[in-house]
C-alpha cells in the first residue's frame, strides 16, 4: 500500500466513528499513515495514550475503507483530478499548520495553492447591490495593488459567486471550496464558473470523496478550509448569523487576519459586519488600499513588476550558510512563520530568528503580520 492509499484509507475512516482530528493525531503520532495501517491492530505501540474506542474500531475491518481509497485515487486519475496529501509539498502550508486540517484534498485545476498572498471573500448568500459593487471594486484594484493576489471563496450564491467571476474577469486566479464530491457541482447555475477556474489557473477543492452529498453540515466543515488557507478573510456582507461568521471566527482561531466591510446601520445584511468590527473581531477596511496596507503587501506589486520586466533578483548580497538556507525556504514555500522555516531547514529556531534579523537588515526578508516573513525579490 503507497502512503497517498493509506492517507486515503484514513480520510475514509473519519467519515465513520473515527473523526478527522483523531485520524490528524494518529497520523503525527505515528509519523506516516502506513505505520497506522500496519499496526492497526496494535496502535498503542505507536500511540499509547490511544483511546479506546480507537483500539477497537482500528483493530475491525477496514478492507471496505481500503477498497474505496483505491477507487478513489483511480476515479480521480482518470478525471484529472489531484489528490493532494498531508504530507505532499502541494498541500496548503497554511492550512497545514491548523489542528483540524483535512488528511487529503481533491483538486481540480493548477492554481498554487502555497502563493504569496491568499484571501478569502465571503458573505450571505443574500446579497445587496452595495455588496456586489464594493467586492468587485475591491478585486479589480487589488489587482494593480497585489497583483499575485489569489482570492478564495466557496461557490455559493451571492458574495461568494460575485468575488469568483470578479476575480476571472480580472485575470485573478480563484479557488473555490465546496462541500461535496468532485463529481457533482452545487449549486449547477455556477458550473460555468467552476469549469473556468479548474481549466485556468484556478481551482475547485474539496476534502470529499466523490459521491458525497452538498449537506448542510459539509458548508459548516468546508468553512475551516476556506479560513485556514488563506492570509486573511474579508466579510463584504453579513446578516448577524450566517456562514461568513464562522469563517471569520473560525480564521481568528487560527491567527489569521480577519477584516470587515461596514455598510449603513440599518441595513440588514451589513449588520454582521458592522457586530465585527464593533466587537473588535475585525478590522474594518473599505477598499484594496486599506487591506493592502494592513497586511503590509505594499512590496507585492513591486516585486510582480520586477519580475515582469526581467529584473528577477539573481544575486544577493553575501549570506551566510544559513541565511541562504532560509532564502531557499522563502523562495520555495513562499510565506512562512519562523517555527515553519525551522522545520523547512532543519535550523534551531533560534538560529531563525537571528538569521532572519540580519536578513531584514539587508533589505532581503520583510515581516508581516502573524509572524510571516516575506522574500523581497
Known amino acids: 500500500m503507497t502512503e497517498k492509499t493509506a492517507i486515503l484509507t484514513l480520510t475514509s475512516l473519519a467519515t465513520g466513528r473515527l473523526t478527522r482530528q483523531e485520524a490528524l493525531t494518529l497520523y503525527e503520532a505515528a509519523g506516516s499513515a502506513s505505520s497506522i495501517i500496519e499496526h492497526r491492530g496494535n496502535i498503542r505501540d505507536i500511540m499509547p495514550d490511544a483511546t479506546t474506542a480507537i483500539v477497537e474500531y482500528m483493530k475491525g475491518d477496514i478492507s471496505a475503507h481500503i477498497k474505496r481509497a483505491e477507487e478513489e485515487q483511480e476515479w480521480c486519475e482518470a478525471n484529472k483530478v489531484k489528490v493532494l496529501t498531508y504530507a505532499d509539498t502541494g498541500y496548503p502550508s497554511r492550512l497545514r499548520d491548523c489542528p483540524d486540517a483535512p488528511m487529503a484534498l481533491f483538486v481540480r485545476g493548477g492554481c498554487n495553492l502555497n502563493a504569496n498572498h491568499i484571501i478569502n471573500i465571503v458573505g450571505t448568500r443574500k446579497s445587496t447591490t452595495y455588496g456586489r459593487d464594493v467586492v468587485e471594486n475591491l478585486v479589480r484594484d487589488l489587482c494593480t495593488l497585489c497583483p499575485d493576489i489569489v482570492i478564495v471563496s466557496g461557490l455559493a450564491y451571492g458574495i461568494d459567486i460575485i468575488a469568483h467571476r470578479a476575480a476571472l474577469s480580472n485575470a485573478v486566479p480563484t479557488v473555490g471550496v465546496v462541500a461535496h464530491g468532485q463529481d457533482r457541482l452545487y449549486p449547477q447555475l455556477h458550473r460555468t464558473e467552476a469549469n473556468k477556474m479548474a481549466t485556468g489557473e484556478g481551482a475547485v477543492v474539496t476534502e470529499y470523496f466523490r459521491g458525497t452529498a452538498p449537506e448542510a453540515r459539509n458548508f459548516l466543515q468546508r468553512n475551516r478550509i476556506i479560513a485556514g488557507m488563506c492570509d486573511a478573510t474579508i466579510v463584504a456582507e453579513s446578516a448577524t448569523h450566517g456562514g461568513a461568521l464562522v469563517t471569520a471566527r473560525l480564521a481568528q482561531e487560527y491567527g489569521r487576519e480577519v477584516f470587515a466591510i461596514p455598510g449603513p446601520v440599518s441595513a440588514e445584511y451589513s449588520?454582521?459586519?458592522?457586530?465585527?468590527?464593533?466587537?473588535?473581531?475585525?478590522?474594518?477596511?473599505?477598499?484594496?488600499?486599506?487591506?493592502?496596507?494592513?497586511?503590509?503587501?505594499?512590496?507585492?506589486?513591486?516585486?510582480?513588476?520586477?519580475?515582469?520586466?526581467?529584473?528577477?533578483?539573481?544575486?544577493?548580497?553575501?549570506?551566510?550558510?544559513?541565511?541562504?538556507?532560509?532564502?531557499?525556504?522563502?523562495?520555495?514555500?513562499?510565506?512562512?512563520?519562523?517555527?515553519?522555516?525551522?522545520?523547512?531547514?532543519?535550523?534551531?529556531?533560534?538560529?531563525?530568528?537571528?538569521?532572519?534579523?540580519?536578513?531584514?537588515?539587508?533589505?532581503?526578508?520583510?515581516?508581516?503580520?502573524?509572524?510571516?516573513?516575506?522574500?523581497?525579490?
Not at 477598499?287 to 505594499?298: G, H, R
Not at 526581467?310 to 525556504?329: K, N
Request: glycine share 6%; hydrophobic share 45%; aromatic share 4%.
Open 271 to 377: 449588520k454582521g459586519c458592522n457586530n465585527l468590527i464593533r466587537d473588535n473581531k475585525a478590522a474594518l477596511i473599505t477598499s484594496a488600499e486599506d487591506l493592502v496596507n494592513a497586511m503590509m503587501w505594499q512590496d507585492a506589486a513591486k516585486a510582480v513588476k520586477a519580475r515582469k520586466q526581467g529584473i528577477e533578483r539573481t544575486l544577493f548580497p553575501t549570506l551566510t550558510p544559513e541565511e541562504q538556507r532560509i532564502v531557499e525556504a522563502l523562495e520555495k514555500h513562499g510565506d512562512s512563520q519562523s517555527n515553519v522555516l525551522a522545520a523547512y531547514t532543519g535550523l534551531p529556531i533560534s538560529t531563525i530568528v537571528a538569521q532572519l534579523f540580519s536578513l531584514e537588515m539587508k533589505g532581503l526578508v520583510t515581516a508581516l503580520s502573524g509572524n510571516k516573513f516575506h522574500l523581497i525579490r
